[in-house]
């Protein structure tokens, strides 16, 4: 049977780990590849790195990182973060990741993910969708959820969709850092309208919200960054709690 | 131990190279047709869409030659899909090793499987000490039904073949360079074939 997933994210700047992160056993606390073979071994069943440095050398130290996570870790890992091109993906897939994730270059060129898919495959595209509801009506939003854009979630995922990409990771921004739990109402409609597979993302809180956000809310994969970061969960802990309750999950 | 990985073009390769790194080996990335017929242990990766690294391995002539080799053989996803008589994917003619046709999963379930599904029936040395209903990492959209050639299962709307074997030709759907400590040890059997 196929798992769920569970997806630690790592914001990375300049090559580094961003956000307090806090593992005694890490010797530098800054080395995303040291934490991603923490995560690795604790039970993740995939790793999400976000780039969200902004600088000239952006590109070249994102490579190196890639390059060697890729060279050190057993599963599979996905980049985003500023990716707009073709030569931005085939750089990145070539330096060893697994899979990238596009956000606002593709809501400004929806055609970049056709192109994309017939370059590298459905199977590696994932597209980002950050969220939030204004009015009731749920709209796409940019820049971490700052900037509304003139698209309707579920339009745009369905779009998304018939342009060939793999996956889709939805973001609920009014969801994410509250701890809360995920935006399930909005997740089970996006399992139901599409046939890709999706990943919840945003509010995670405790081990409750991930057992919801699978059976109510129909996700595939769920993601998290800080509940993990400062060990609110283990992950470990989290996979067997779910086992316990009847989901398919690796242990 | 000279390994060759065929280098066609065909996505990437990076992650294989590596996890046989991380086994102690050194694998050499190779299109030239020598070096691939005079290696001890051929490994032929792809992702991507079929008839495009189809056409890519006819440009090479690596088609003609991987059929006749003599040693282990691991074909990995598209790879093993290639090894087959044909894939519904572009409608491919495949290299003929394996005999079955891949074909793609319905609109029943999600598509492409994305994540680590579970491989049971286990019967061939490559799984030697891995655990009936062990998971492993796959990403497909098409799949190989049971055939003969068989060799582990997995389920996903139906019980399809999750690796191939046919004489010295191994071919899995799953990705054992991305499947942790268990897909860890399936690239050692095979190694150690």
New interface residues.
Partial sequence: MLAKRIIPCLDIKDGRTVKGVNFIDLRDAGDPVELAEIYSKEGADELVFLDISATEQKRKTLAELVYHVAEKVNIPFTVGGGISSVEDVDMLLQKGADKVSINSSAVKNPQLINDLVAKFGSQCIVVAIDAKRIDGEWIVHLIGGKVPTGRKLFEWAKEVEERGAGEILFTSMDHDGTKDGFANEALARLSKELNIPIIASGGAGNMQHFMDTFTIGKADAALAASVFHFKEIGIKDLKENLKKNGIPVRL | MKIVIINYGA??I??IK??I??LGYEAILSHDIKEIQHADKVIFPG???ASSAMKKLRASGIDKIIPDLKQPVLGICLGMQLMCNSSEEGNTKGLGIFNTDVVKFS?AV?????????ISNLKSGIFKEIRNNE?I?L???YYAPLCDATIAES??ELSYSAALQKDNFYGTQF?P?????A??RILQNFLNL
């Fill in positions: 996505g990437n990076q992650s590596f996890a790194q991380r992702v991507g869409e609109n999600k598509v492409p499987q994305i994540g680590w599904n579970q998971h990492y990403v497909h959209s389920e996903y990705h360079e991305k499947s942790s400590e897909g860890a």
